[in-house]
């Protein structure tokens, strides 16, 4: 069964006309979707990206609203900074852009836009490359460039935007497609999982919060209510036995789950995931789903200050400025929660600082980021996820598992974070290396075979004398 990480959108909207029967959702519902996907998407491509929307559109978001993209209409507004679309003219999304926080849709009253409201200090990394774009200088990663942005002449399509290679803190060869660079914001999609649990982490090493801990979520707090049990381990490890669906495995059940619903239909993500009974005891099953995920987002907003202006500072302050991230930016929804689960937009760069900040266990310019051993325990192989490779929030290959063995040139202590359509931020901690991969996929399981390759190559040339 084709597996994708993330919220199993593309089969959510294949299965719009069956959601007012098969779902819980009624067809007004669903049928407003994909038009919100389509206005959010489009509205952060072109006002946090600064991307060309017919291309974006046309490559990134047609072919996942492919089942009903003929009813489909939309509008970019620069003057206003929003994007609004339409389903059949009945149904109209308006996403607007607010600055840091990226786009939101439109449902209902917003808080002021969160601001950067204190002095950024100087990054405790070091810059990894000079302004301009770093050709590679051995021949044999000029070629795994190459490979990495060949492209078919007919779909499916990989449409490679990026590929930065970091060895040892600097980068030694990168490419971009046309129309980007190394200062263009590309959608993480679910490496923004691997952002989430590195916020979750420093609240732990602040003392502000205990992976053991029953998860602190008000709606949980009846005595007698089951969800009490589920920890902030649980939903680290996708093991809360909530019954909120499946994000990886696609199918009618799943495509009309809330898992599949709550990325664009919710103004309150959080809210509407914790209202959902247990389907499974906690910390017995393993599940990926964006629930969890969203739930650990809720956390840490109501850890930092409770509303967006303290995630934006809490964000900043204590990773995106000490790691040199220029231009990250984590969307958050109406409610003030991060979109934890699928929504980073950061340069190739930035997902690059953030893989070095991974590599080295938290540490950067000799100042501790994360709790001791935090990478570690993220990516240690969780139970249940043996057909994945799964750890808390990263995927991995450490331990033996059937994910392990899909990836056969990547080597055994190397992890992930990754995202629909191809997006990897891949570390090596035994080659010193991190390899990043944008784009738009649409091959199978996400390009991992071209990945995988990649990465071999890369090995293969850096472990080989120069040429």
Request: aromatic share 6%; glycine share 8%; with cysteine.
């Amino acid at each position: 069964m084709p597996l994708r990480p993330t919220a199993g959108l593309s089969l959510a909207l294949a299965v719009l006309p069956l959601a007012a029967c098969a779902g819980p959702l009624n067809l007004p519902r669903a049928a407003a979707t994909p038009t919100h996907m389509a206005a959010h998407q489009l509205c952060s491509a072109v006002f946090v990206a600064g991307l060309e929307p017919e291309r974006y559109y046309r490559e990134a978001v047609a072919t996942n609203v492919a089942p009903v993209k003929a009813f489909l209409s939309h509008h970019v507004d620069r003057e206003h900074g929003e994007v609004t679309a339409s389903f059949a003219g009945m149904i109209r999304s308006r996403a607007i852009y607010r600055g840091e926080t990226g786009c939101v849709v439109v449902q209902g009253k917003l808080p002021p836009a969160p601001r950067i409201d204190t002095p950024r200090p100087a990054p405790l990394l070091a810059p990894i490359a000079g302004s301009d774009v770093v050709a590679p200088a051995d021949p044999r990663l000029a070629a795994a460039l190459d490979h990495a942005f060949a492209e078919a002449d007919k779909a499916p399509h990989r449409y490679t935007k990026a590929v930065v290679v970091v060895r040892d803190g600097r980068v030694i060869a990168e490419r971009y497609a046309p129309g980007y660079g190394p200062q263009t914001p590309i959608h993480g999609w679910s490496m923004t999982k691997s952002v989430t649990s590195t916020l979750v982490g420093i609240l732990v090493r602040q003392g502000r919060l205990t992976v053991d801990q029953p998860a602190p979520v008000p709606e949980w707090q009846a005595p007698a209510d089951p969800r009490r049990a589920i920890t902030v381990a649980n939903l680290l490890h996708m093991q809360s036995g909530l019954d909120v669906g499946d994000s990886l495995t696609i199918g009618l059940k799943d495509a009309v789950s809330p898992s599949s619903q709550v990325l664009f239909a919710e103004p309150d993500m959080g809210a509407f995931i914790a209202k959902y009974p247990l389907s499974a005891t906690p910390g017995s099953r393993f599940t990926y789903a964006n629930g969890d995920t969203l739930l650990l987002s809720r956390i840490v907003r109501d850890k930092v200050g409770g509303d967006g202006q303290a995630v934006l500072r809490f964000a900043h302050a204590e990773l995106f400025d000490k790691l040199g991230l220029e231009h990250a930016v984590l969307e958050q929804d109406a409610a003030g929660t991060p979109i934890g689960s699928s929504h980073m937009w950061a340069s190739a760069r930035d997902w690059a600082r953030l893989g070095l900040l991974w590599m080295d266990d938290g540490v950067v310019g000799g100042e501790r980021i994360l709790p001791e051993g935090w990478i570690y325990y993220s990516t240690r192989l969780t139970p249940g996820s043996e057909r994945f490779g799964y750890g808390a929030q990263f995927w991995t290959n450490r331990g033996a598992s059937a994910g392990a063995r899909n990836r056969p040139h990547m080597p055994p202590d190397s992890f992930m974070a990754r995202g629909a359509h191809g997006q990897y931020t891949i570390v090596v901690p035994s080659k010193r290396l991190v390899v990043v991969r944008l784009g738009d996929a649409y091959t199978a399981l996400d390009d991992i075979a071209a990945v995988d390759r990649l990465v071999g190559e890369v090995i293969a040339a850096t472990d080989a004398p120069a040429a």
